[in-house]
């Protein structure tokens, strides 16, 4: 917990810095209102003490300019931090296009990590240094939240939704990972640490454990093996239902004339719930997949859908054992 | 010059609404609004000291970071049993139960409530409910957090989370009850001459929580009956494996609870309003601001529960519109701490208790509404978000804001209470040691807080120990500060000085009437002449130099 600022945790994040700005300027502002009341109450009631037992002053019944004086004034200063941080939240919340992506399952009371090279983790999180690191979430039993102090960024794990987390770390090291929603009996126990590495100890760390498959080529077993290849084919060309190849981020035609955004959540819900979004010019055929595949084996289907391109689908996740990200996948934090 | 007893103190009479009658029916069946708020402070009082008791126990665990003095299950059901022990068997009733009903009808001129007989079921409600939730701590007691996050709650605790939902919907009907007289009684009971703009701020606060009373209460119990009805029926509302939705809960649950945090700072505001302007001889600056201030609040208090859910997966624009709306309920509260300041200015101020708890107030409310702001400003709440910050921050709220005035409020009614004075140097003393104590408590938790310690956690990594150290050693002297005033407030019913009428010397209705009161409160119905606050006739534009008449000086 060493920064150089006295009382504040380690940043070792891009974002830190900027929440500590607003901390900071936040700090200086409460700092600055409380001595102001403390000084002239202290003042006042030394100078304004009661001299003798029957003295009344006088009356004072206001002041409509120090009325407005005092309201205007709190409100331009709240307005600057309500501007700066809801810019700064925005930039949080808004994962970017090229990042790396790591698939995030809370659990009673553990955390389960893959990367999407097909490396599995618990309670640890090994990344590189410098490189965008997109969290796709979620959990098996009740909400969890992913915190890392250290990067200043936390999201809930949200049971039967997809939520995400971005960051870059800017420091190698070893830092706390909490969960910070009380999730049961055990949650104080529910942490781990975030190894951030340099690039290259990291590509030793990933060679270290290549006998892996990779979630998307595990997605393409499960696709075989659940049947979904009689109706979506076996390379997501479509047949009976709508195709997959390229469909990842790309705006998709309900019945009904709606279109939606063939993002994670969008995904999962058609799987998991395939009749509330039809697909214009498909019938409600397929059975649902609630209860019968696991939140890691739903995010193994997600990462081959996403990997399955118009063009070549099935080589592009075989070959070096990193599936190529299609499209642009930047699903919004809020997904309905 | 013109007098300040500009009227007849009574005659003490023997006769009072605490000896009128005797025996425990005459307790238990009385519609007195002044019995009933004893009994309210009889059993708050029980239900305050249970739940220090689970706060001893945090602390006493917090010590070391390791787990080692309760086990985890234990631990977490004594963080949520403090919660809801604290929360709405203590803090929600403390001061409009109690205090609320003894001076509202007092304050306004009244014989009583609107409504005796329901305010009498109240507490019977009041009762039933804290005896369900007692006894679902008995019988194994409650691990969900005073939240009730689904779908831990409903599908994943082993814990009496029924139960003591149970106690806490039924709670909820005493709630409403109590802000419904309080509207109609403030809107029909009014002395004559008792114009809107005469009542004291006390009155003003307590309206504005009635309504929040009575617009939120409902939707907490129909939030927790809706929990109950998944967890025993497995009917598919919130858990996601049922076909529900978890975020729908805490939309629903922080409907209620974030403007309840109104209903519990709210009537301390307004008696911080009475204690700042009779201990220092002065009329509220700005009265009107203050009164509407509390009104605003209680208006913008409901649409700022997205707050909560800053990093719970709602969308990144609601995010931002509820951040401005926090922002924007900071306003009224700050009008209120630059009014009660300007009202000491050229003011004469005595150092009795009630005014250290309300110049406390002041200072740890000051803190508590900054800190508040850290937690509105989105990006700073999504580190701060879940960690000892908060805890810090309601806890300055709560304690040092909700606590201080509901403490200075009893001492500065007491003698009205209880016919006996406290003993104003142990008063002092205690309220000296119980300031102190607190904030050793609490600050050091704003740090572990950014330093991104957890809150609920039984266990912690040990780089956070020391901040833990100070928060229990403070947490101690706090208790010890907390006892004081119980054992003397005890100790004076029997052996304090006996009180005069108006032992502070003030122009308030409930000053113009025997201590203790008859059960009827006023020999006739007060015809209202003068405005709130009124210590020297309006046109007198000097310092008036001494009272008339034949006052004693307390």
Not at chain 2, 178 to 198: D, E, K, Q, S
Not at chain 2, 436 to 459: D, E, I, K, S
Request: proline share 6%; glycine share 8%.
């Amino acid at each position: 917990m060493q920064s150089w600022v006295p009382l504040a945790p380690e940043s070792a994040s891009t974002m830190s810095w900027k929440v500590d700005a607003i901390y900071f300027y936040l700090s200086g502002v409460t700092l600055f209102f409380t001595l102001l009341i403390s000084a002239i109450l202290i003042f006042f009631v030394i100078r304004y003490r009661r001299r003798t037992p029957y003295e009344i002053p006088r009356p004072i019944a206001g002041s409509h300019k120090l009325e407005t004086l005092w309201t205007v004034i709190p409100f331009l200063i709240a307005m600057t931090i309500f501007g700066w941080s809801a810019k700064v939240y925005f930039e949080q919340y808004s994962p970017p296009q090229n990042a790396m992506e790591v698939y995030v399952v809370g659990k009673q009371w553990m955390w389960k990590i893959q990367h999407s090279t097909g490396q599995r983790e618990i309670n640890e999180l090994h990344v590189p240094v410098g490189k965008k690191i997109k969290l796709i979430m979620t959990t098996e039993d009740v909400i969890h939240d992913f915190f890392v102090p250290a990067f200043r960024m936390k999201a809930d794990v949200v049971p039967g939704k997809y939520t995400t987390e971005w960051f870059e770390a800017t420091k190698t090291g070893t830092y706390h990972l909490f969960c910070a929603e009380y999730c049961g009996m055990n949650h104080s126990g529910m942490i781990g640490s975030v190894v951030v590495m340099e690039s290259r100890e990291f590509d030793n760390w990933l060679s270290g454990n290549t006998n892996n498959t990779t979630p998307a080529v595990a997605g393409q077993q499960l696709f075989q093996t659940l049947g979904c290849v009689s109706c979506h084919g076996a390379n997501g060309e479509g047949g009976r239902g709508p195709t997959l190849a390229g469909l990842f981020g790309r705006q998709t035609m309900l019945a009904g004339g709606q279109t939606v955004r063939a993002d994670e959540a969008y995904i999962r819900e058609s799987i998991l719930n395939p009749q509330a979004k039809l697909v214009e010019g498909f019938g409600p055929i397929m059975p649902t997949f609630q209860g019968q595949i696991s939140e890691d084996q739903l995010m193994q289907i997600l990462a081959f859908i996403k990997s399955l391109q118009v063009t070549n689908p099935v080589q592009a996740t075989a070959a070096n054992g990193q599936p190529t990200v299609t499209g642009a996948s930047q699903p919004r934090p809020s997904q309905k | 010059m013109k007098e300040f007893e500009a009227f007849d103190l009574p005659q003490p009479s023997k006769v009072n609404y605490i000896n009128a009658q005797y025996g425990l029916k005459s307790w238990l069946l009385t519609k007195d609004h002044k019995r009933i708020a004893l009994l309210y402070l009889g059993s708050i009082t029980f239900f305050f000291f249970i739940g220090g008791l689970y706060a001893m126990m945090i602390r006493l665990e917090l010590l070391t970071p390791q787990g080692d003095l309760l086990q985890s299950t234990t631990y977490n059901k004594v963080f949520t049993q403090h919660g809801i022990i604290m929360v709405f068997f203590f803090l929600i009733p403390s001061i409009p139960a109690t205090l609320g009903n003894f001076l509202v009808p007092m304050m306004i001129g009244a014989k009583d409530l609107a409504f005796p007989r329901i305010n009498l079921l109240s507490w019977y409600i009041y009762m039933a409910g804290g005896l369900i939730t007692i006894y679902a701590l008995l019988a194994g007691g409650v691990d969900t957090g005073w939240t009730f996050y689904t779908p831990f709650s409903t599908t994943f605790s082993n814990s009496y989370v029924v139960a003591a939902g149970l106690g806490i919907f039924i709670n909820g009907f005493s709630s409403i009850l109590t802000g419904l007289n309080f509207i109609v009684t403030i809107h029909t009971m009014r002395a004559p001459g008792m114009t809107w703009f005469r009542l004291p701020l006390f009155i003003w606060s307590h309206y504005a929580t009635s309504l929040v009373m009575i617009l939120g209460t409902p939707v907490i119990a129909i939030t927790v009956l809706l929990l109950a009805f998944e967890r025993v029926a497995r009917v598919g509302i919130f858990d996601p494996a049922l076909g529900g939705d978890p975020i729908l809960f805490q939309h629903l649950f922080w409907f209620y609870s974030h403007p309840a945090v109104y209903i519990m700072v709210l009537p301390s505001m307004g008696v911080v309003s009475e204690l700042i302007a009779n201990f220092s001889r002065k009329n509220i600056f700005g009265y009107k601001f203050v009164a509407f201030s509390s009104l605003a609040i209680a208006v913008f208090g409901f649409l700022v529960w997205g707050h909560h859910l800053f990093v719970a997966s709602q969308s990144v624009y609601a995010g931002m519109i509820f951040s401005f709306l926090s922002f924007a309920v900071a306003i009224p509260s700050a009008i209120k701490v630059f009014n009660w300041t300007a009202t000491l200015y050229k003011s004469s101020i005595s150092f009795d208790t009630p005014m250290l708890y309300a110049l406390g107030f002041i200072g740890l409310f000051t803190v508590g509404g900054m800190t508040g702001l850290f937690l509105a400003a989105v990006a700073v709440d999504v580190h701060l978000s879940d960690t000892y910050f908060i805890v810090a921050h309601f806890h300055y709220i709560m304690v040092g804001g909700a606590l201080m005035g509901y403490l200075g409020g009893l001492h500065y009614w007491w003698p009205k209470i209880s016919g006996r004075m406290y003993p104003e140097g142990w008063g002092r003393f205690s309220a000296l040691v119980i300031f102190v104590g607190f904030n050793l408590t609490f600050l050091p938790q704003f740090v572990a807080g950014y330093l991104g310690m957890p809150r609920r956690y039984h266990a912690y990594p040990p780089e956070f120990q020391v901040f833990n150290v100070l928060s229990s050693a403070g947490a101690s002297i706090l208790g010890f500060g907390m006892l004081i005033p119980a054992i003397y407030f005890v100790w004076s019913m029997r052996y304090g000085k006996v009180a005069e009428s108006n032992p502070w010397h003030l122009p308030g209705l409930e000053w113009r009437t025997q201590s203790p009161p008859p059960t009827e409160n006023f020999e006739a119905t007060p015809i209202v002449t003068w405005e709130a606050y009124e210590f020297a006739p309006p046109e007198e534009t000097q310092v008036v130099g001494k009272f008339a008449g034949e006052l004693e000086t307390a």
